[in-house]
């Protein structure tokens, strides 16, 4: 009788763990493709928000909104980092900066474009209950003056994903949800 009730109290115990753990837990298969298909949703909504800000063509007020909303994608503190084919040296910028030395840059036309993303990494689970990924993309630039182009690559570049659960107030009801937010964006390779 001790002995069953004994294995009755250790079932108990470590049921009562692992739906706790389950419930305060990571995100499972059915939310994975969810923040998958967001975060994807997230990189190429910055992809096009580079382009709008790097065209000569885009009023300096539109450029500046553009910022603002491609400023939303990002964890605070993240960074950019950008290459050249003529330097071996990867400089970082933060990323209000980068749009706007984006919007500086001394050519007639500016053309960026990616392709090729897709996961690198699988989701692993930080101290603070958020998750990191990494997503890579190529990037090819192209900065142009006059009808020439006069400086172009590809670079292969590394973006950090961050997955956190949040809560939301719907109807009087608390809903919690996945959210990504993109981090640093790191240059692997430059061609």
Do not use: C, H
């Not at 967001?38 to 000569?56: F, H, M, P, T």
């Not at 961050?162 to 949800?177: A, C, H, L, P, R």
């Amino acid at each position: 009788m001790i002995n069953k009730s004994i294995f009755i109290f250790i079932f108990i115990l470590f049921a009562g763990s692992f739906f706790e753990a389950n419930a305060q837990g990571g995100p499972d298969d059915d939310n994975l493709e969810a923040i998958d298909s967001l975060a994807l949703e997230k990189i190429r909504d910055l992809s096009k928000y580079i382009s709008i800000i790097g065209s000569k063509a885009t009023p300096f007020s539109e450029a500046n909104r553009v910022i603002d909303r491609a400023l939303e994608l990002f964890a605070e503190g993240s960074e950019v980092g950008v290459s050249s084919v003529n330097s071996d040296e990867t400089m970082y910028y933060a990323i209000k900066e980068y749009f706007g030395r984006l919007m500086a840059l001394n050519y007639d036309q500016v053309n960026i474009t990616w392709f090729d993303i897709q996961y690198i990494s699988d989701l692993q689970p930080l101290p603070n209950g958020e998750y990191v990924g990494v997503i890579t993309i190529y990037q090819k630039f192209e900065g142009v003056s006059g009808d020439n182009i006069v400086y172009k690559d590809t670079t292969k570049k590394d973006i950090t994903v961050y997955v956190k659960k949040k809560e939301t107030q719907i109807g009087g009801d608390i809903v919690s949800f996945w959210d990504v937010l993109l981090g640093d964006i790191m240059v692997s390779e430059t061609m």
